[in-house]
């Protein structure tokens, strides 16, 4: 938890210093690689959770033989969506209005090592090997920091670009350390059918949701991206990473939670206090930072980003009480798909396209962006407390 702490925080400071840095116009490319860079973490998670889960279920051979198989197909998919963002480079330019195309080369580069970087912290998330998973992070996190600040005071060359590379020179640096005592290259890997049915199951269940979560969580930002000018995207990043601190934190009990449940369900205990504990925290959390933010909006923009950014203050607290709706139902849906139950991701997907058709449709000004989002979050949270509802009654 302190790790998770610390790296969230580097994670923020290196968002803060490129608003700074930057100013509006140029932080609205930064802020869209650094979406890209969030809707990639979702993907990748997919591999990391579904790892983190059969870690704990299998063992021996079967974990072995499961562990060549998702390294086989994280880095085929790493690779495949890595060519397809240098491929459509071009037409990203134009959808996004950004300054080059080469930002989004440079990223697609780096695709493949974080999803195999995405497999190897699964392994140590299942095994609860907390130690080594946070310096997979922090490693991450501060050569991103470091090698991206420098690039930028000592290359002149498009901002956009620079920041690209830093992340992709990221990932190499998040592989550390590696687990390899049980990759065999050379080797072919099967799983029983039964098994391999199930982890296909779960994999392809999990994927659509962190699909919800990439919908959820980022569309707002790229559909601003595309409808407003860069002045305006610029500052609409800058409310959102504002807004979402809540949401990183949440992360933190994500890591946590999964492989609690899944032991406590493997062994036949009680796990709906371990649920309450995580969703009282967040709750806790979200309350005091709506409460700033309704209080504080120019305080906290100004510390943050400065001055240039202080238009948007008035917008502060609303965003936070839709992030912060999210993060509370969002506990309630890993909760559930740890434990194989998968309503509450369709209820996700159906709300996160709600979402993206509110904003669709209302989309005059960043205020309405943010009420469409409050309500769609707000929706959400309630179908996924009656499901909590439900199935408690019938255990």
């Not at 998973?133 to 956009?160: A, K, N, V």
């Not at 206090?273 to 409460?291: D, G």
Request: glycine share 4%.
């Amino acid at each position: 938890m302190i790790s998770v702490i610390f790296v969230n925080g580097g994670n923020y400071l290196y968002n803060l210093i490129l608003g700074r840095v930057l100013g509006p116009k140029e932080f609205a490319d930064a802020a869209l690689l650094i979406t890209f860079l969030l809707v990639l973490s979702f993907v990748a998670m997919t591999f990391q959770l579904s790892t983190a889960k059969f870690t704990v279920l299998f063992d021996h051979i079967i974990f072995k033989n499961f562990i060549n198989i998702i390294y086989k197909y994280a880095t085929i998919i790493g690779s495949v969506f890595g060519i397809l963002l240098i491929v459509l480079s071009t037409l990203f330019q134009d959808f996004f209005n950004t300054q080059s195309y080469q930002m989004f080369i440079v990223f697609g580069i780096g695709i493949p090592i974080y999803f195999i970087m995405s497999v190897n912290r699964g392994i140590f998330q299942g095994n609860k090997k907390f130690v080594s998973l946070s310096i997979t992070y922090q490693g991450e996190m501060l050569s991103r920091l470091i090698i991206t600040i420098l690039l930028i005071y000592l290359i002149d060359i498009p901002s956009s670009i620079l920041i690209a590379l830093g992340i992709s020179i990221s990932f190499l640096f998040g592989l550390l350390p590696f687990e390899s005592s049980d990759i065999e290259i050379t080797k072919k890997h099967t799983l029983p059918s039964a098994k391999s049915r199930y982890v296909m199951r779960f994999f392809l269940l999990t994927a659509f949701y962190e699909l919800t979560q990439i919908i959820i969580n980022n569309s707002d930002i790229l559909m601003v991206k595309h409808y407003f000018d860069a002045y305006q995207a610029g500052l609409y990043a800058s409310l959102a990473l504002i807004g979402r601190v809540v949401y990183f934190v949440a992360w933190m009990f994500v890591m946590l939670l999964l492989p609690k449940v899944v032991e406590k369900q493997k062994e036949g205990q009680p796990h709906t206090s371990i649920l309450f504990k995580y969703v009282a925290y967040i709750m806790v959390l979200s309350v005091s930072i709506v409460t700033t933010c309704y209080f504080f909006p120019e305080f906290v923009i100004n510390i943050m980003f400065g001055d240039q950014y202080i238009s948007i203050a008035p917008l502060l607290w609303k965003y936070a009480i839709a992030t912060s709706t999210f993060a509370i139902s969002n506990i309630f849906a890993y909760y559930f798909l740890s434990l194989d139950q998968y309503i509450p991701v369709l209820i996700s997907a159906v709300l996160g396209i709600s979402q993206i058709i509110l904003i669709i449709f209302f989309h005059d000004t960043l205020a309405q962006v943010v009420i469409m989002q409050i309500i769609a979050m707000v929706v959400l949270l309630v179908f996924q407390l009656l499901f909590f509802i439900k199935h408690q009654r019938i255990t």
